[in-house]
């Protein structure tokens, strides 16, 4: 009977049951509501879906985590800049940076937008963060999780990475529900309904030329922004030499997916109760949607403003695509726009302020990296 005892207590014992606290469950629960909106509501699920089933791992077995453990080493690929770099490749063979050509005013609209990121650094400043720390904080007001990552990585602020990561992605995945309201608050019915014309037609020249130059200035402005803009820029080109369709199929579907698996899991894997269940990790959950708010209100003001110096050429709803959560955010300001016409087509127009949000946000974290000399 003793054996019998002791070896059901010995089972008991090594189960995951019987280590888990409070936290842990509360960080299961926060999983399992995130598996909810990916599947049943499907909140950007290719982002939130390993995201959530690494935070539900990592809490029911942590030990997946240290060193030893599988997605350890997924997460070293991501302090190391390797995955955040694989995912702007395949962005790059993903976008068509045809609308950004067309109307290059977009880049204002896409730059207007990166207020978010500034202002959440001053926000984080005056909570009680350091430069460095305030600064890969306020890259979440961009709403794009790889350069969250890259940027902390080189300024070497490992022990925020998985809050600033989860923070980042978890909006980009919510820009359907956070955008929309501040959206409507900041335009008029008569401005929401505004049609724009027809964009003019695009090259093959320009669009060959387009990520050749953008490398040469970006990259030669701000080096340090070399591994995202560059594989960004030449996955664009894999997209527009027309010559290479063998790599671009390979970068847009096969590796991006890989690497979707890969960062998403290990991200949402850095979410363990101890790690996570911080007041530095709600202080920066909230930074972080304050400046996507921000970032967001200031791409409509802009908007607004590029719409009265155009004569009502312009829907200012195309300012909240300067985030650069490609392609939700455009999606958003179709969807938007559409409410209050269902003729209206934005789609196009508004990709051309999200994919210069991608590249100004880049360009943000390599002002960061410029001013503390990383």
């Known amino acids: 009977m003793e054996y019998i005892t002791n070896t059901l207590s010995n089972l008991i014992h090594q189960t995951a049951f019987f280590d888990l606290t409070l936290g842990n469950l509360v960080m299961i629960v926060v999983a399992c509501g995130f598996l909810y909106l990916a599947i049943a509501k499907q909140y950007e699920p290719l982002l939130l879906l390993p995201i959530a089933f690494g935070m ?4 029911i077995y942590p030990p997946i985590m240290e060193e030893g453990g599988l997605l350890y080493y997924f997460y070293q690929l991501d302090e190391w800049a390797i995955l955040p770099s694989l995912i702007f490749l395949g962005v790059g063979a993903l976008t068509d940076f045809g609308p950004l050509i067309a109307n290059p005013k977009s880049f204002l609209l896409g730059a207007a937008a990166q207020f978010g990121i500034f202002g959440a650094y001053l926000l984080a400043m005056c909570l009680g963060f350091n430069d460095l720390a305030a600064a890969a904080i306020a890259i979440i007001g961009g709403a794009d999780g790889p350069t969250s990552i890259y940027l902390a990585s080189k300024l070497h602020q490992t022990e925020i990475m998985g809050p600033i990561a989860v923070a980042a992605y978890s909006y980009m995945s919510l820009v359907p529900i956070i955008q929309p309201p501040i959206m409507r608050a900041l335009t008029t019915k008569e401005e929401r309904a505004i049609k724009m014309e027809q964009l003019r037609p695009v090259s093959r020249r320009e669009r060959i030329l387009f990520p050749i130059v953008v490398t040469i200035v970006v990259c030669g402005l701000l080096p340090s922004t070399t591994p995202l803009v560059g594989m960004l820029m030449l996955g664009n080109l894999f997209r ?10 390979t970068a847009s579907n096969a590796l991006m997916y890989i690497v979707v698996i890969l960062l998403g899991t290990s991200v949402g894997a850095t979410t363990s109760a101890e790690a996570f269940l911080k007041w530095d990790t709600i202080k920066i959950v909230i930074i972080g949607l304050a400046a996507f708010c921000f970032g967001t209100a200031a791409g409509v003001l802009f908007g607004k403003l590029m719409c009265r110096l155009s004569g009502g050429k312009i829907n200012p709803l195309i300012g909240s695509a300067g985030v650069s959560a490609v392609p939700m955010a455009a999606r958003v300001s179709q969807k938007v726009g559409a409410e209050e016409d269902p003729t209206n087509f934005l789609l196009m127009h508004a990709m051309g302020p999200n994919v210069a949000g991608v590249i100004g946000t ?11 000399g990383v």
Do not use: D, W
């Open 362 to 372: 880049a360009v943000a974290a390599g002002v960061f990296m410029a001013i503390f």
């Open 56 to 59: 539900l791992l990592v809490n």
């Open 240 to 249: 527009e030499s027309g010559v290479v369709r063998q790599l671009t199929e």
